[in-house]
């Protein structure tokens, strides 16, 4: 009987990538509860530290929020320039392994190790030699996942978190899969776990003992996506030059929206994770589209054009802000936001256009 051959796919995923590039920048900051994002009623937090991780701050919390759970918080401005910096260091590593790299994001990438340049067999030390590299070169920790495919990996990266990794083996996925709780799976989020807990979907084995039928009449394309995760069959490649004609980004939320400063707060961190996006890519584009999609499940996107590369995070904030100001009326419900740029042109220039408009680091006390 001929042997299955699968592939062999790393996801790493930085740890805390903006907060410990700060740290590491910032000795002084070492060891403390940072942020990096803003501090005021409209501030978002777009990353934290692990030390701030323990009193429950995260990504996409209001700044006011953060200094609640924990008063001795430090925020800390963006420095997109110097993550950029980092990404493309540690982007230089893994082409020494492979060249099937498939960015996602400045701090994650899938990478197909398959037939990789070392020559080595086992996926599993080739990610702990990555990790070791990307320590001694940068002095900053990544996790990894390793499996057959990128859903897969991309849970297991998560499993041993921070500064650890996680390998599933083609005869543990099925296994592993049934007892993963729902939320754990990747591109379900908290909104629509918690639909299918309403429906009595806790577990992996809840959710494939639903027909391919029952999940698409229940979530329509996505149904047919878990129906095939759920039974470890995903056969998407890593795809390293895959030709991007737009990038967004997109957050249901588990509340609808009722109040236009909540939506603002939101949008500013969607628009922080699409200009993330952007740099991993190394474009920027010349159109803005906002997605709104209400209570009724009705949606709407609007539009703008500019003569001009959006490469400019506050730029890309603020208009992003009026868009919202113009298109939301008085007593809409919202349930998802989302931004797309699109029209990609040229590339980033990380000149004075970063510049932080406020001391680059404070303490909520202050």
């Known amino acids: 009987m001929q042997k299955i051959k699968y592939r062999k796919i790393i996801h790493i995923d930085m740890d805390a990538f903006f907060a410990s590039v700060e740290q590491r920048d910032h000795p002084e900051l070492r060891g403390k509860p940072i942020a990096v994002g803003g501090s005021g009623r409209r501030g978002v937090v777009a990353a934290a530290s692990y030390e ?3 009193y429950g701050v995260h990504s996409a919390m209001p700044g006011y929020k953060a200094k609640e759970l924990c008063p001795a918080i430090i925020f800390v401005g963006s420095n997109f320039a110097a993550y950029k910096e980092a990404s493309d260091q540690i982007r230089s590593i893994f082409k020494e392994y492979t060249d099937l790299i498939e960015p996602l994001s400045l701090d994650e990438a899938f990478l197909d190790v398959t037939n990789n340049k070392k020559g080595m067999s086992s996926a599993t030390l080739l990610a702990k030699e990555i990790r070791q590299r990307i320590f001694e070169e940068t002095q900053l920790t990544a996790s990894a996942g390793v499996s057959i495919n990128k859903f897969l990996a991309k849970i297991a990266s998560d499993l041993n978190k ?5 390998v599933i083996q083609p005869d543990q996925a099925l296994s592993f899969l049934e007892r993963l709780p729902i939320e754990k799976f990747f591109g379900i989020g908290k909104a629509t ?3 299918m807990h309403r429906l009595g979907i806790r577990t992996g084995l809840d959710l494939k003992n639903k027909s391919k039928i029952e999940l698409a009449k229940l979530f329509g394309k996505s149904g047919i996506w878990y129906y095939h995760i759920v039974r470890a069959e995903d056969h998407r490649p890593v795809q390293p030059d895959r030709i991007r004609k737009s990038v967004g980004a997109e957050r249901t939320f588990s509340n609808d929206l009722y109040q236009k400063d909540e939506m603002l707060d939101a949008i500013q961190h969607i628009a922080e994770k699409v200009f993330e996006r952007l740099s991993a890519i190394d474009r920027s584009g010349r159109t803005l589209t906002l997605k709104i999609k209400y ?3 009705s949606s709407i996107t609007r539009s703008i054009s500019f003569q001009h590369e ?13 868009l919202i100001r113009e298109h939301i009326k008085k ?7 989302g931004l797309t740029v699109s029209n990609l042109t040229g590339t980033f220039d990380y000149g004075t256009q970063l510049e932080i408009p406020f001391p680059h680091f404070f303490s909520a006390k202050e």
Not at 162 to 166: E, T
């Open 310 to 322: 959006i490469n400019d995070i506050h730029f890309l904030m603020n208009e992003s802000e009026k």
């Open 193 to 195: 776990a918690e639909k």
């Open 331 to 337: 007593g809409d419900q919202v349930r998802l936001l």
């Open 162 to 166: 921070p500064n650890g990794q996680a």
């Open 295 to 297: 209570k009724d499940f």
């Open 52 to 54: 701030a991780r323990k």
